[in-house]
């Protein structure tokens, strides 16, 4: 069902509008542009003629919102990387290493078109997004803004969009010119594992239905896509997370877990039922299990080249060594892998140090929340988001291109930095009335 064009622009330019405006009176609100940016820019291309001729208007809008919310933090007299969770600098170490290793890659040729593609994610996503992320309710907001404008960015794909196979027919008619299905379904995980823990303000009854509303319709998008991995990724990380958002030592939090694992259950029934042929090849056993072979085939191909020599073995065979065609042609899929074989025991050491510090990050996180019902969820969140973009980083895409995982490891180090936080004592005090007193409450926080 197509939208006309004036009103199909006209939201795209509501949510970008919501998102500026938002911005302006909390810097955070960025951060969840950058979230929902893939979203926002297949819509864009759906709702109007300019938009599609020009796909960068929407990351160069984006960009700046994020550079907007720096600009504010500096003019407020604050620093925007002081008092800097250590997984974020950890990380930022971790892509110096890569870009050094550009030195010594094979086919340099071949891997700085990469990088100019990718970089400006990079820069926004992983160096300055961090930034605006000062406290534990600037992480609040960012979250709740993303189940906001992606939510209403998925149905409006979902209802209006022209489907393909998997992906949005996008100006074309030619089915191996889809948008990338990936892109949406990344956008529906981030946005589910928000929706199921995170409260948005609402009256507590109707908070409840339109969280798990939401979390529903990012089931169907996933489905729809044909993306089996953020399928999986997504029910894991809920289910693995569910424990920490809702307590199973008191009844209303064992009701709650029994809810939502009702409606996850629920909601896949459906989604599979009414967008997957059984007789679809893509859905069987055997070419899961093909793929994923394929994809460990090159990840060994990479490590076969890389044990070589001593030098390798240390120091890698260089960033995106793997486009090379004598290696694989192509990037390796299985990003830890990748970073054994391209960065080397160097850049596993320190891929590593991300890991485990966003893992004490989490830890301390909980710990924090204690018994405050809100911010456990709030932690719940950030982790089951850290947790989906980690398991996607097992079967798709490369270390320089996984800029969202390392974006939840700044936001999950930031819960777990044990400092006197005025504003993560506010998620304690805030009254349920307080946070009702407007039809979209709280919606600048």
């Given amino acids: ?69 720096v600009a504010m933090r500096f003019a407020a007299g604050q620093c925007p990387w002081c008092d800097a969770p250590r997984a974020w600098w950890t990380a930022l170490g971790l892509y110096a290493y890569a870009l050094l290793s550009l030195l ?30 000062p406290s534990a309710s600037t ?27 998997r992906g949005l027919m996008i100006g074309t008619s030619d ?33 409840w239905l339109v969280r798990m509303a939401v979390v529903v319709l990012c089931l169907v998008v996933i489905v729809r896509s044909g993306s089996r991995g953020q399928l999986i990724a997504t029910v894991l990380s809920i289910v693995s997370l569910l424990p920490l958002g809702f ?12 809810v939502a694992l009702t409606v996850l259950a629920g909601g896949l029934a459906w989604a599979l039922a009414e967008y997957v ?40 065979l260089g960033n995106s060594a793997s486009f090379d065609p004598r290696i694989i042609g192509f990037y390796s899929h299985v990003v830890p892998l990748e970073v054994v074989g391209e960065l080397g025991l160097v850049g596993l050491s320190i891929y590593l140090l991300v890991l485990w510090q966003a893992a004490s990050s989490l830890r301390s996180a909980i710990r ?25 980083t097992l079967k798709e895409g490369s270390l320089i291109g996984s800029v969202f995982f390392f974006l939840y490891v700044a936001m999950v180090g930031r819960l777990g930095m044990p400092v006197a936080d005025p504003a993560l004592e506010s998620l304690r005090t805030e009254s349920l009335e307080e946070s009702t007193t407007a039809p979209f409450p709280n919606v600048l926080r």
Avoid at 10 to 37: K, M, Q, S
Avoid at 247 to 258: K, L, P, S, T
Avoid at 382 to 391: D, E, I, R, S, V
């Fill in 247 to 258: 307590r199973v030592g008191e009844w209303r939090g064992v009701v709650a877990i029994a």
């Fill in 368 to 392: 924090l929340a204690g018994d405050d019902a809100e911010a456990r969820g709030l932690a719940a969140a950030a982790g089951a988001g850290l947790l989906f973009f980690f398991m996607l």
């Fill in 175 to 207: 089915p191996e010119l889809e948008a990338n299905p990936l892109a949406l379904s990344g956008l529906a995980g981030a946005v589910a594992t928000a929706a199921m823990f995170i409260r948005l303000g609402l009256p507590r009854s109707l908070d």
């Fill in 139 to 165: 992480v609040r907001t960012a979250l709740r803004w993303s189940v906001g404008v992606g939510a209403a960015l998925l149905l409006l794909l979902l209802v209006f969009g022209d489907w393909g196979y």
């Fill in 1 to 69: 069902m197509d939208l006309p064009a004036l009103p199909a622009l006209a939201t795209y330019v509501l949510l970008l509008g919501a998102l500026v405006v938002g911005t302006l009176f909390r810097p955070a609100v960025a951060v969840a542009g950058v979230i929902c940016l893939f979203g926002l820019k297949q819509w864009g291309q759906v709702a109007h003629p300019f938009l599609l001729a020009h796909p960068l208007f929407s990351n160069y809008a984006i960009g700046a919102l994020v550079l907007v919310g």
């Fill in 277 to 316: 042929q059984w007789f679809d090849l893509r859905w069987t056993e055997s070419l899961v299990r093909s793929d994923a072979e394929g994809r460990l085939e090159m990840a060994m191909a990479l490590l076969d080249r890389w044990a070589g020599s001593p030098i390798s073995v240390l120091f890698g």
């Fill in 104 to 133: 010594w890659t094979p086919r340099l040729d071949l891997v700085l078109p990469v990088w100019e593609q990718v970089y400006p994610y990079i820069v926004t996503a992983v160096v300055l997004a961090p930034m605006l992320l």
